[in-house]
């Protein structure tokens, strides 16, 4: 194995993700894999192993820098060993229910800081000849468009099994830096980048005040003057705006891509602006099921940003910066939501608001690393909504992706909870479809399950009012009367919102029904997007 830097150091935004962290409340990025057919255990290790060499940081734990006196650096773990990353879980029963148990309890684990924080769960005995792989990765290793990257990089684009490798693999491990040399190098990177913070603060604000007069921004517009108030205005806690506690659970659900292109095509907007219509119109169903009044009330959801531009989407590390995207909850029409949502993207856009919430990131990240590092775990569990929820959207590859040979056939997403905002939301594109996954606290949202039912209703209403549905076809009279005949109309069962899923106390909860599986066409991910998040 060729021998990397022997160690290198966190950036400020990385650091962050490692303060605000605390027992009980990890913040990784994660996915749940399934794939057809079963994939053998020893085989995956084997195939991990074989892709390492490609991921040197994965071999890396974070050391703090000593005495807390600047950032900390990645250092090659001595004591590595692969069986503590790759694990295996064999399913009791097999179901999708249990399965997002297995993930719910995996999500809320905080992964232990002596080694490198990633892993990999193999999960065996899925039923329908399927076996999933839950994939975890701290968040200041990665964000959503660096774990994309990363699982493009640990799978295949041929169906072709690749041959795995005879012996085992060995990795070459430098020895760790002195003490001094540690304290010393910490010194001169933390000032370096402090400088350099500095420097980009300084030329974030000349670049934003160019681009300000060339596009004769005017803070005094009618547009403006209208959606100031919403912008200011203090952010409304709502049922699931409660301090975290744990344990978590995890809902997903998915709908087809070209379906949401179709009313991104007729409407004139974005897929990121459908996607958050859907996701508002999610929030206020289930509101409003509760008997919570919405009537006035603001949502604020922070939507991620890529900054990484046309950069390798692969680039580890947190290249993001958070849009406060503030919607009212009282809209019903689907297709006057929707037009809302753009008209407030559009306006942020242009008021370069990602660029003044990165402005203000950097110089937080001006204070001194060890005063982060009290205050992250304390500004984790203060009574404070700066949001109401989190809502990302990655744009992930849209041809299969194998492992061993085994064709990818879901991708959900996993965004992390913490401190008041106890219901997220991840949005993921993959192959054709686009897969959404609820995150959340038992003790706010027990019923999270309800939001994969919500989601399928929301979308449902704004195809119909955008117009792109396809009716269902008619059969024929013949058929009609031999279906009258044997399920009569007033028999047919309506469907209902799936009943709540206590806490998982282990891996065998009960079955569960599953949404049925759409016929997609596959086509490259060519939609108009304005925040690419992660």
């Known amino acids: 194995m060729q021998n990397h830097q022997q160690s290198d150091r966190l950036s400020w935004g990385d650091t962050v993700f490692l303060h605000l962290e605390r027992e009980g409340m990890p913040l990784n990025v994660a996915s749940i894999c399934i794939f057809e057919g079963e994939v053998s255990f020893e085989d995956c290790v084997q195939f991990v192993e074989s892709k390492l060499p490609l991921l040197p940081r994965y ?15 990645w250092e090659y773990d001595p004591e590595f060993d692969l069986r503590r990353h790759v694990l295996e879980v064999k399913l009791k029963h097999g179901t999708d229910t249990e399965l997002k148990a ?6 809320g684990t905080v992964m232990d800081r002596r080694h490198p924080l990633w892993d990999l769960t193999l999960v065996r005995g899925l039923k329908g000849n399927r076996t999933g792989l839950i994939i975890r990765l701290h968040h200041c290793l990665a964000d959503g468009i660096a774990g994309v990257g990363i699982i493009s990089a640990l799978l295949d684009a041929s169906p072709d099994a690749p041959r795995l490798p005879k012996k085992k693999i060995k990795f070459s491990v430098p020895p760790p830096r002195d003490p001094l040399t540690s304290l010393t190098a910490g010194f001169v990177d933390s000032y370096s980048d402090f400088v350099k913070r500095i420097l980009s603060v300084m030329a974030d604000l000349l670049s934003m005040a160019e681009r300000a007069a060339a596009n004769g921004a005017n803070p005094a517009s009618d547009e403006f003057v209208a959606l100031f108030p919403e912008i200011t205005a203090f952010t409304e806690r709502f049922r699931f705006n409660v301090l975290y506690r744990g344990p978590q659970k995890f809902a997903c659900t998915e709908i087809p891509l070209e379906q949401v292109k179709a009313i991104r095509r007729k409407t004139g907007t974005s897929v990121n602006d459908v996607v958050l219509a859907l996701v508002t119109a999610t929030i206020r169903h289930y509101c409003e099921l509760h008997g919570d009044r919405v009537t006035k009330k603001l949502l604020r959801i922070m939507v991620p940003v890529n900054l990484r531009g046309n950069s390798d989407p692969s680039e580890l590390g947190n290249r993001i910066s958070l849009v406060p995207v503030t919607i009212p909850l009282n809209i019903r029409q689907p297709r006057r939501l929707l037009a809302a949502i753009h008209k407030r993207t559009e306006f942020l856009k242009h008021m370069h608001a990602a660029e003044l919430v990165s402005l203000a990131g950097g110089l937080i990240g001006m204070f001194p690393t060890s005063l982060q590092g009290l205050a992250g775990p304390i500004a984790s569990q203060l009574p404070i909504t700066p949001f109401n929820l989190v809502c990302t959207n990655v744009p992930g590859p849209q041809s299969p992706l194998y492992l061993l040979g085994h064709k990818l056939l879901h991708l959900y997403p996993y965004v992390p909870v913490g401190g008041e905002m106890a219901v997220n939301c991840a949005i993921l594109s993959y192959n054709g479809t686009v897969y959404f996954g609820f995150s959340g606290d038992a003790h706010a949202a027990p019923d999270l399950r309800r939001m994969e039912t919500l989601l399928k209703e929301s979308f449902t209403e704004l195809q119909d009012a955008v117009g792109t549905r396809t009716p269902d076809k008619k059969p024929s009279k013949k058929k009609v009367r031999r279906k009258r005949q ?6 047919a069962p309506k469907e209902t919102a799936p009943a709540p899923t206590p806490p998982p106390t282990g891996f065998s909860p009960l079955e569960s029904k599953r949404q049925p599986e759409p016929t997609l066409t596959i086509e490259q991910e060519n939609a108009q997007t304005q925040f690419i998040v992660a």
Request: aromatic share 8%.
């Open 486 to 491: 044997v399920v009569p109309a007033a028999a």
């Open 59 to 73: 071999l890396k734990r974070v050391v703090p820098a000593p005495f807390g006196l600047g950032l900390p650096s």
């Open 102 to 107: 297995v993930a719910a309890k995996l999500f």
